[in-house]
Protein backbone atom coordinates (compact mmCIF):
# COMPACT_ATOMS: atom_id res chain seq x y z
CA UNK A 1 0.00 0.00 0.00
CA UNK A 2 2.06 2.85 -1.00
CA UNK A 3 -0.20 5.65 0.09
CA UNK A 4 -0.42 8.41 -1.93
CA UNK A 5 1.95 8.85 -4.39
CA UNK A 6 3.03 12.16 -6.45
CA UNK A 7 5.91 12.77 -9.56
CA UNK A 8 7.71 14.32 -10.45
CA UNK A 9 9.35 15.61 -6.63
CA UNK A 10 11.31 18.76 -8.22
CA UNK A 11 10.78 20.65 -11.75
CA UNK A 12 11.91 23.85 -13.16
CA UNK A 13 9.94 25.36 -16.05
CA UNK A 14 10.10 28.23 -18.08
CA UNK A 15 7.47 30.97 -18.06
CA UNK A 16 4.93 29.86 -20.45
CA UNK A 17 5.61 26.04 -20.84
CA UNK A 18 3.48 23.60 -19.06
CA UNK A 19 3.38 20.50 -17.57
CA UNK A 20 1.21 18.05 -15.33
CA UNK A 21 1.60 17.03 -12.20
CA UNK A 22 1.04 13.43 -11.18
CA UNK A 23 -0.64 12.44 -8.13
CA UNK A 24 -1.64 8.96 -7.48
CA UNK A 25 -3.49 6.75 -4.54
CA UNK A 26 -4.38 3.00 -4.08
CA UNK A 27 -6.55 3.68 -0.88
CA UNK A 28 -9.83 3.59 -3.61
CA UNK A 29 -10.26 7.02 -2.40
CA UNK A 30 -13.13 9.43 -3.58
CA UNK A 31 -11.88 12.81 -2.59
CA UNK A 32 -8.40 13.90 -4.09
CA UNK A 33 -7.62 17.51 -4.04
CA UNK A 34 -4.37 19.68 -4.65
CA UNK A 35 -2.85 21.83 -2.55
CA UNK A 36 -0.16 24.49 -3.42
CA UNK A 37 1.84 25.40 0.05
CA UNK A 38 3.71 29.39 -0.19
CA UNK A 39 5.75 30.30 3.14
CA UNK A 40 3.17 32.50 5.46
CA UNK A 41 0.41 31.86 3.69
CA UNK A 42 -0.17 27.47 4.67
CA UNK A 43 -1.72 25.15 2.31
CA UNK A 44 -4.36 26.48 -0.54
CA UNK A 45 -6.93 24.52 -1.94
CA UNK A 46 -6.45 24.32 -5.89
CA UNK A 47 -9.04 22.16 -7.33
CA UNK A 48 -10.88 18.77 -5.70
CA UNK A 49 -12.76 16.25 -6.98
CA UNK A 50 -15.10 13.89 -5.21
CA UNK A 51 -15.06 10.87 -7.74
CA UNK A 52 -14.56 9.54 -11.01
CA UNK A 53 -15.36 12.28 -13.45
CA UNK A 54 -16.25 14.98 -10.86
CA UNK A 55 -13.96 17.86 -10.10
CA UNK A 56 -14.17 21.38 -8.69
CA UNK A 57 -12.39 25.07 -7.75
CA UNK A 58 -11.30 25.20 -4.75
CA UNK A 59 -9.75 28.57 -3.53
CA UNK A 60 -7.18 28.88 -6.01
CA UNK A 61 -7.94 27.91 -9.47
CA UNK A 62 -6.73 30.41 -12.14
CA UNK A 63 -3.96 28.89 -14.18
CA UNK A 64 -4.41 25.08 -13.50
CA UNK A 65 -6.99 22.50 -14.80
CA UNK A 66 -7.95 18.94 -13.44
CA UNK A 67 -9.30 16.22 -14.81
CA UNK A 68 -10.71 12.59 -12.82
CA UNK A 69 -11.15 9.91 -15.15
CA UNK A 70 -10.16 7.67 -12.47
CA UNK A 71 -10.19 6.37 -9.26
CA UNK A 72 -6.63 6.72 -8.57
CA UNK A 73 -5.86 8.96 -10.55
CA UNK A 74 -6.12 13.15 -10.40
CA UNK A 75 -3.41 15.02 -12.65
CA UNK A 76 -2.87 18.58 -12.28
CA UNK A 77 -1.73 20.51 -15.25
CA UNK A 78 -0.82 24.30 -15.58
CA UNK A 79 -0.83 25.44 -18.94
CA UNK A 80 0.93 28.29 -18.96
CA UNK A 81 3.55 28.66 -16.38
CA UNK A 82 4.23 32.08 -14.78
CA UNK A 83 6.99 32.72 -11.96
CA UNK A 84 3.51 33.07 -9.31
CA UNK A 85 3.18 29.45 -9.80
CA UNK A 86 6.39 28.40 -8.07
CA UNK A 87 5.51 26.55 -5.17
CA UNK A 88 5.30 23.48 -3.73
CA UNK A 89 2.49 21.54 -4.36
CA UNK A 90 0.74 18.90 -2.61
CA UNK A 91 -1.92 16.29 -3.47
CA UNK A 92 -4.44 14.70 -0.71
CA UNK A 93 -6.97 11.92 -0.56
CA UNK A 94 -9.70 10.70 2.23
CA UNK A 95 -12.60 8.92 1.82
CA UNK A 96 -15.80 10.70 1.40
CA UNK A 97 -17.71 8.09 4.36
CA UNK A 98 -15.22 8.97 6.54
CA UNK A 99 -16.85 11.20 8.77
CA UNK A 100 -13.60 12.48 10.75
CA UNK A 101 -12.31 13.98 7.58
CA UNK A 102 -8.85 13.11 7.91
CA UNK A 103 -7.00 14.14 4.70
CA UNK A 104 -3.60 11.21 3.60
CA UNK A 105 -1.14 13.32 2.10
CA UNK A 106 1.54 13.04 -0.80
CA UNK A 107 5.32 14.00 -0.62
CA UNK A 108 5.05 17.02 -2.76
CA UNK A 109 6.54 18.55 -5.83
CA UNK A 110 8.65 21.65 -5.62
CA UNK A 111 7.93 23.95 -8.87
CA UNK A 112 10.06 26.41 -9.92
CA UNK A 113 9.21 28.94 -12.47
CA UNK A 114 11.46 31.05 -14.00
CA UNK B 1 -16.36 30.53 5.55
CA UNK B 2 -14.43 28.86 8.18
CA UNK B 3 -11.38 30.41 9.03
CA UNK B 4 -8.15 29.62 10.81
CA UNK B 5 -5.79 31.66 13.20
CA UNK B 6 -2.39 30.63 14.01
CA UNK B 7 -0.81 32.84 16.45
CA UNK B 8 2.54 32.41 16.02
CA UNK B 9 4.48 32.09 12.86
CA UNK B 10 7.85 31.24 14.21
CA UNK B 11 8.94 29.70 17.61
CA UNK B 12 12.30 28.69 19.10
CA UNK B 13 13.03 26.88 22.04
CA UNK B 14 15.44 24.31 23.66
CA UNK B 15 15.02 21.24 24.01
CA UNK B 16 12.54 19.89 27.28
CA UNK B 17 10.95 23.31 27.12
CA UNK B 18 6.91 23.22 26.76
CA UNK B 19 5.44 24.13 23.69
CA UNK B 20 2.00 25.72 23.35
CA UNK B 21 0.66 26.43 19.63
CA UNK B 22 -2.71 28.63 19.34
CA UNK B 23 -4.83 27.87 16.88
CA UNK B 24 -8.50 29.64 16.60
CA UNK B 25 -11.69 28.66 13.88
CA UNK B 26 -14.29 31.16 13.27
CA UNK B 27 -17.19 28.83 12.90
CA UNK B 28 -19.49 28.34 15.62
CA UNK B 29 -20.93 25.11 15.10
CA UNK B 30 -20.03 21.62 15.05
CA UNK B 31 -16.42 21.34 13.75
CA UNK B 32 -13.53 18.66 12.91
CA UNK B 33 -9.93 19.71 13.79
CA UNK B 34 -6.83 18.73 13.09
CA UNK B 35 -2.98 19.38 13.44
CA UNK B 36 -1.01 18.11 11.30
CA UNK B 37 3.00 18.22 11.33
CA UNK B 38 5.80 18.38 8.22
CA UNK B 39 9.23 17.69 9.28
CA UNK B 40 11.78 19.12 7.04
CA UNK B 41 11.51 17.79 3.32
CA UNK B 42 8.82 15.60 4.19
CA UNK B 43 4.94 15.63 3.87
CA UNK B 44 2.21 16.11 6.13
CA UNK B 45 1.62 13.71 8.23
CA UNK B 46 -1.52 13.91 11.15
CA UNK B 47 -0.39 14.44 14.35
CA UNK B 48 -4.39 14.55 15.63
CA UNK B 49 -7.95 15.21 14.90
CA UNK B 50 -10.76 15.81 17.13
CA UNK B 51 -14.32 15.53 15.64
CA UNK B 52 -16.20 13.95 18.64
CA UNK B 53 -15.99 13.49 22.24
CA UNK B 54 -13.47 13.96 24.73
CA UNK B 55 -12.09 17.70 24.36
CA UNK B 56 -8.49 16.56 25.13
CA UNK B 57 -7.20 14.53 22.09
CA UNK B 58 -3.43 13.04 22.42
CA UNK B 59 -2.09 12.23 19.25
CA UNK B 60 1.33 11.09 18.40
CA UNK B 61 4.74 11.76 20.11
CA UNK B 62 3.54 12.97 22.87
CA UNK B 63 1.30 15.52 21.11
CA UNK B 64 -1.83 16.98 22.77
CA UNK B 65 -4.72 19.38 22.01
CA UNK B 66 -7.61 20.95 23.53
CA UNK B 67 -10.63 21.74 22.23
CA UNK B 68 -12.53 24.64 23.84
CA UNK B 69 -15.50 25.43 21.98
CA UNK B 70 -16.00 28.64 24.18
CA UNK B 71 -12.75 30.22 23.27
CA UNK B 72 -13.23 28.57 19.39
CA UNK B 73 -9.51 27.51 20.15
CA UNK B 74 -7.66 24.37 19.29
CA UNK B 75 -4.41 24.70 21.03
CA UNK B 76 -1.30 22.04 20.55
CA UNK B 77 0.66 21.12 23.44
CA UNK B 78 3.30 18.99 24.44
CA UNK B 79 5.22 19.13 27.82
CA UNK B 80 8.81 18.75 26.79
CA UNK B 81 10.15 18.80 23.25
CA UNK B 82 12.86 17.06 21.68
CA UNK B 83 15.27 18.37 18.92
CA UNK B 84 13.35 16.11 16.67
CA UNK B 85 10.26 18.22 16.36
CA UNK B 86 11.62 20.76 14.65
CA UNK B 87 9.27 21.11 12.20
CA UNK B 88 6.25 23.28 10.92
CA UNK B 89 2.74 22.71 12.68
CA UNK B 90 -0.14 23.62 10.54
CA UNK B 91 -3.72 24.08 12.33
CA UNK B 92 -6.93 22.99 10.11
CA UNK B 93 -10.25 23.16 10.08
CA UNK B 94 -13.43 21.08 7.96
CA UNK B 95 -15.49 23.86 6.22
CA UNK B 96 -19.14 24.26 6.27
CA UNK B 97 -19.51 23.19 2.56
CA UNK B 98 -21.10 20.01 2.08
CA UNK B 99 -18.02 18.00 1.06
CA UNK B 100 -15.93 19.42 4.43
CA UNK B 101 -12.81 21.13 2.44
CA UNK B 102 -10.58 21.66 4.61
CA UNK B 103 -8.73 25.29 6.15
CA UNK B 104 -5.18 25.50 6.96
CA UNK B 105 -4.10 27.99 9.54
CA UNK B 106 -0.62 29.50 7.91
CA UNK B 107 1.57 27.36 9.95
CA UNK B 108 4.08 28.14 12.54
CA UNK B 109 7.64 26.56 12.46
CA UNK B 110 8.90 25.19 15.54
CA UNK B 111 13.06 25.43 15.73
CA UNK B 112 14.30 23.37 18.54
CA UNK B 113 17.67 24.01 19.71
CA UNK B 114 19.98 21.52 21.54
Known amino acids: NAGVTQTPKFQVLKTGQSMTLQCAQD?????MSWYRQDPGMGLRLIHYSVGAGITDQGEVPNGYNVSRSTTEDFPLRLLSAAPSQTSVYFC?????????????FGPGTRLTVT | AQSVSQHNHHVILSEAASLELGCNYSYGGTVNLFWYVQYPGQHLQLLLKYFSGDPLVKGIKGFEAEFIKSKFSFNLRKPSVQWSDTAEYFCAVKGTDSWGKLQFGAGTQVVVTP
Open chain 1, 27 to 31: MNHEY
Open chain 1, 92 to 104: ASRHTTDRTYEQY
